[in-house]
């Protein structure tokens, strides 16, 4: 008793012309190879981005201007991670952290070194303790409030992505 099944009896023929060889074989359609192409492509592409793009860890504040003097204030969190030295674009125009006062200040204490008009627009919260930030921007300008960026450090995506800091996986 010997039981061979079609796809055993298949496998054992042998072709001798090329007109019966397309009707063993199954050719890939060429859409298949095109989606296996556009996924590679964006696969590359995604490695290429983590391993050599940048991402900004930053702190957004509204910064008081007056002539040369460009201060803004941050929350206790935020002041622990800046230093002088830092960049910081203010309106397209860059800078850097000249100082970082230690002592905290109230709204009261901020009101008096703004005015209450530019207390409202700098959206600086009653009950809160403050850190003031000195800034030396590039270029001079207008008196008022103004947004300002301190960029804390660059990082790739993939440090991001993967919590990988200085050689120390955290």
Not at 87 to 101: A, L, P, Q, Y
Not at 134 to 149: A, P, T
């Amino acid at each position: 008793m010997n039981t061979i099944n079609a796809s055993e009896k298949r496998e054992e023929v042998r072709l001798k012309s090329p007109e019966k060889l397309g009707a063993y074989m199954h050719a890939v359609r060429p859409s298949v190879w095109g989606i296996l192409l556009a996924i590679t492509i964006l696969l590359i592409g995604f490695f290429y981005w983590a391993a050599y793009g940048e991402i900004e860890i930053s702190v957004t504040t509204m910064a008081y201007v007056d002539d040369d003097d460009v201060m803004c204030w941050v929350e206790y969190a935020d002041a622990m991670n800046i230093h002088s030295g830092m960049k910081v674009i203010c309106n397209s125009t860059n800078g850097t952290v000249v100082r970082i006062d230690g002592n905290g200040m109230n709204i009261r204490d901020i009101a008096e070194a703004v005015g209450d008009y530019n207390i409202q627009a700098m959206m600086i919260r009653d009950n809160e303790v403050y850190y003031r930030v000195d800034i030396k921007l590039e270029e001079v300008l207008h008196d008022g409030v103004e947004d300002v960026k301190i960029i804390e450090r660059e990082i790739t995506p993939g440090e991001y992505i993967l919590n990988y800091r200085g050689g120390e996986w955290e």
